[in-house]
């Protein structure tokens, strides 16, 4: 899922006001059509006059769509100048012609490349040194000529070197097609086999295992390919009936065990398999269980699970044999301790990684398999952000990860496992000036009646003044356990320049602060994703950081969601409101089981079927609850072939509000007719739509250039 995070205000509070560029009187904008659609559940009756606009070939659903992009476009014409602006300093930001930090595996080393003026990354390798002939894999570029969209997915390259599998989308909906290129003699031998987004190798080389989808995408059956035998060969090998379950493939990192798991959003159940004998039986670790999440690596003979079993609500780490498992032979590696919450577990030869959080932030704990003794990798500052970059070698002291933060740009670091000594691989270069020591960032609490902290992460330019009169940028999530990591965007820097104040709302549905902050912001407590959101908001203009009428707010997907409740909820909050491919008509869609995504979020939203469930949806389902009343300024963009919100819901969105709102605010409706749920593919042309939304936010601050 695509979104933009910004920041800051201070350098042009002085400047005198200035008139806004955008007048949503300068065109007419679009009238839907209603044709009144009648939806009675559970003695509730709804009536949908837009219900006709979710049919994408219908020429009426066309017309409207082309009809409110021309709006658009007269209405955003006067800030076409300042896009330009913007889009220039973007690239004056950014070191076009770059390359990744190459990372070695079986012998080559693996790295992506960009060049200036080029849309999409090359990807390439090295035989032995660093010093060898470069060999280009793929070159996105080369594979996009005459698309309108192109997207590249997973590859995997066999375990011998010669053969690349990778996955392609030309449609912008996620419809992933396996090929096959020999690099030996750079020819693709098997050119999109199958809609397949995920695959893995056996170590014969021969053997590949994929998934496919069924029409809501939903990947549920695994099917095992020989190289060179026809598709109607294929071996399906498991399918995935319950709905509520997705499947995905992976491989051990030692590369002797493949793994296929049917997961839902609160169990899971994992098989498999001896890599070396790909036309064996795929056993099962665990039946799936009520409640009980795992997912498991191998080393020397060991299954090393992270599980939630036993009330673990933050999950441990437990063992059990290959041959026996079991859960009376699983066995405490890491005892649970509920103040670390375990988001992943990397195996290697000699140590484990968790990847966890405490307190809220992120943190790498390492552990020495041979002397049983635990640590942390520390760092300095008071908001950032760590992960694990690329790690494919299993017999290894070395270890990647990325450190970033709202101010200090993406780094790569190695870090000696056993000496405990890192050191800095690459720092992604920011041109143009930019000097991390020129801005701050600090982390706050806003505190809720009942005693809940909810963290606010905030960076601006030095020198801010906290008197109430800052523009401000306030950016949220708070779904899918998802947590917002605190990284470094070169695209904000335009915000921080001008003075804006960006922050983040680590609010309830994201795990911000572990697994109880995810479970609380969910199905029947969702309602305390929308009320973190505006105490966040609040507490900034009661601290003085921000003033209300200079407050944008702006969130993605769920993240849409989360602002259109807001809205509805306290019109009042802001000044103005982004709203990106949002997931907008919660009722009608989680009624449809054909939709993607529908059935597996059952467990994310309820199922408005169940009655209970039904009536506590309706009460935030954004599209339902619009009202007549003032909207501040509201931006919504999405894309015509998003397969994650489908384009018909804040398309009905708009027409509804459209016909409802009682103010003369813009409200500005984008449909990217080429792409999907994360925006045009081109990373130009990604960055041209940055451009819209912080000329759009910009201009309703008061900031015109």
Same mark, same amino acid.
Request: proline share 4%; with cysteine; glycine share 6%.
């Given at each position: 899922m695509s979104r933009l995070r910004f920041a800051l205000v201070f350098a042009l509070l002085v400047a005198p006001a200035t008139l806004l560029a955008i007048d949503p009187g300068a065109a007419t904008p679009p009238v839907a059509k209603k044709e009144p659609h009648k939806i009675a559940w559970h003695g509730d009756e709804r009536i949908d006059d837009y219900f006709w606009i979710k049919e994408k070939t219908n020429k009426d659903v066309l017309k409207y769509l082309a009809d409110?992009?021309?709006?658009?476009?007269?209405? %955003?014409?006067?800030?076409?100048?300042?896009?330009?602006?913007?889009? $220039?300093?973007?690239?004056?930001?950014?070191? =076009?012609t770059d390359e990744e930090v190459p990372v070695?595996? &079986?012998?080559?080393?693996?790295?992506?490349?960009?060049?200036?003026?080029? #849309?999409? &990354?090359?990807?390439? !390798?090295?035989?032995?040194?660093?010093?060898?002939?470069?060999?280009?894999?793929?070159?996105?570029? *080369? %594979?996009?000529?005459?698309?309108?969209?192109?997207?590249?997915? =997973?590859?995997?390259?066999?375990?011998?070197?010669?053969?690349?599998?990778?996955?392609?989308?030309? +449609?912008?909906?996620?419809?992933?097609?396996?090929?096959?290129?020999?690099?030996?003699?750079?020819?693709?031998?098997e050119s999109k086999l199958v809609k397949a987004p995920q695959f893995e190798w056996a170590a014969d080389n021969k053997t590949l295992f994929y998934g496919t989808e069924d029409e809501a995408k939903r990947l549920h059956k695994i099917w095992r390919h020989t190289l060179g035998q026809p598709k109607e060969n294929d071996a399906m090998l498991y399918e995935e009936k319950d709905e509520l379950f997705w499947l995905e493939l992976s491989k051990s990192r030692d590369g002797k065990y493949l793994f296929h798991t049917s997961a839902s959003f609160t169990s899971a159940e994992q098989r498999f398999l001896p890599s070396e004998t790909p036309n064996g039986e795929w056993k099962t670790l665990l039946k799936r269980e009520a409640n009980h999440e795992y997912d498991a690596d191998h080393r020397d003979g060991l299954f090393y699970i992270r599980t939630n079993r036993d009330k673990a609500t933050n999950f441990k780490v437990m063992t059990c044999s290959v041959e026996n498992t079991a859960? *009376?032979?699983?066995?405490?590696? %890491?005892?649970? /301790?509920?103040?670390?919450?375990?988001?992943?577990?990397?195996?290697?030869?000699?140590?484990?990684?968790?990847?966890?959080?405490?307190?809220? #932030?992120? =943190?790498?704990?390492?552990? /020495?398999?041979?002397?049983?003794?635990?640590?942390?990798?520390?760092? $300095?500052?008071?908001?950032? /952000?760590?992960?694990l970059? !690329?790690?494919?070698?299993?017999?290894?002291?070395?270890? !990647?990860?990325? @450190?970033?933060?709202?101010?200090?740009?993406?780094?790569? @670091?190695?870090?000696?496992?056993?000496?405990? +000594?890192?050191?800095?691989?690459?720092?992604k270069e920011v041109p143009g000036g930019y000097d991390p020591a020129n801005y701050a960032t600090e982390r706050v609490f806003a505190v809720a009646e009942d005693g809940t902290k909810v963290p606010i992460s905030l960076v601006y330019k030095k020198g801010l003044k906290r008197d109430g009169t800052a523009p401000c940028l306030l950016y949220g999530y708070g779904s899918y356990g998802y947590s917002l990591t605190n990284d470094f965007d070169p695209v904000r820097v335009s915000l921080l320049d001008r003075g804006v104040i960006y922050a983040q709302a680590h609010i309830r549905g994201g795990s911000e602060m572990g697994r109880t902050w995810y479970d609380d912001g969910k199905m029947l407590k969702k309602l305390n994703t929308f009320g973190d959101f505006i105490l966040c908001a609040d507490f900034l203009v009661k601290e003085k950081y921000c003033s209300r009428d200079k407050l944008a707010i702006e969130g993605g997907s769920a993240g849409g969601l989360l602002i259109a409740v807001v809205l509805n909820m306290r019109p009042d909050l802001c000044k103005a409101a982004v709203l990106k491919v949002p997931f907008v008509?919660?009722?009608?869609?989680?009624?449809?089981?054909?939709?993607?995504?529908?059935? #597996?979020?059952? #467990? =994310?939203?309820?199922?408005?079927?169940?009655?209970?469930?039904?009536? @506590?949806?309706?009460?935030?389902?954004?599209?339902?609850?619009?009202?007549?009343?003032?909207?501040p300024a509201m931006l919504v963009m999405t894309s015509l072939n998003d397969s994650q919100v489908l384009f018909h819901e804040p398309t009905k969105y708009? *027409?509804?509000?459209?016909?409802? $709102?009682?103010?003369?605010?813009?409200?500005?409706?984008?449909?990217? %007719?080429? *792409?999907?749920?994360?925006?045009?593919?081109? &990373?130009? /042309?990604?960055? $041209?739509?940055?451009?819209?939304?912080?000329?759009f936010m910009l201009d309703q601050m008061g900031i015109t250039k």
């Open positions: 409110e992009n021309a709006y658009f476009k007269t209405v %955003m014409k006067p800030t076409e100048p300042f896009q330009e602006k913007l889009y $220039k300093e973007f690239l004056s930001h950014i070191k =076009q070695r595996n &079986r012998g080559y080393w693996y790295y992506s490349r960009t060049v200036e003026g080029q #849309q999409y &990354r090359i990807v390439c !390798r090295k035989k032995g040194t660093l010093d060898a002939p470069e060999e280009v894999l793929l070159d996105g570029n *080369a %594979m996009a000529k005459g698309e309108k969209f192109f997207s590249l997915g =997973q590859t995997r390259v066999s375990d011998d070197g010669n053969l690349l599998a990778f996955a392609t989308d030309t +449609t912008g909906f996620r419809e992933y097609m396996l090929s096959v290129k020999d690099l030996r003699t750079g020819k693709i031998i859960p *009376a032979n699983w066995k405490d590696l %890491m005892p649970y /301790d509920a103040k670390v919450f375990i988001e992943g577990v990397s195996v290697f030869k000699n140590h484990l990684v968790l990847s966890a959080r405490v307190g809220g #932030q992120t =943190q790498l704990i390492v552990r /020495d398999f041979g002397s049983g003794a635990s640590h942390t990798i520390e760092f $300095k500052e008071q908001v950032f /952000d760590v992960g970059s !690329r790690n494919p070698e299993f017999d290894t002291t070395s270890l !990647r990860f990325t @450190y970033t933060s709202l101010v200090t740009p993406d780094s790569e @670091y190695e870090y000696d496992m056993t000496a405990k +000594t890192r050191k800095l691989l690459k720092q008509d919660a009722i009608t869609t989680m009624l449809d089981e054909s939709i993607p995504l529908t059935v #597996q979020e059952f #467990q =994310q939203w309820g199922n408005p079927k169940v009655k209970a469930e039904y009536e @506590y949806l309706r009460k935030y389902c954004p599209y339902t609850n619009i009202k007549k009343t003032n909207y708009v *027409a509804k509000l459209r016909a409802l $709102k009682t103010d003369k605010n813009p409200l500005l409706f984008r449909c990217n %007719m080429d *792409a999907g749920h994360g925006g045009a593919s081109g &990373r130009y /042309d990604h960055l $041209k739509e940055d451009a819209i939304v912080l000329a």
